[in-house]
């Protein structure tokens, strides 16, 4: 693995719970590189349309 972004959280073993936000925050911005990455223009969904 090559993380780009690494966040300490001072919680045990249920700590994505207990701390939602910057959780949250590490998915979001992992979601805008991944779709930069395929060329997505920001705000739009990688998944296709039903």
Do not use: F, N, W, Y
Request: glycine share 10%; aromatic share 0%; hydrophobic share 40%.
């Amino acid at each position: 693995m090559d993380p780009r972004k690494i966040i300490e959280l001072d919680a045990g073993h249920a700590s994505l719970a207990s701390q939602p936000g910057p959780v949250a925050e590490l998915i979001e911005t992992a979601a805008i590189d991944l779709a930069g990455q395929a060329g997505l223009p920001r705000g739009t969904s990688a998944r296709s349309p039903r």
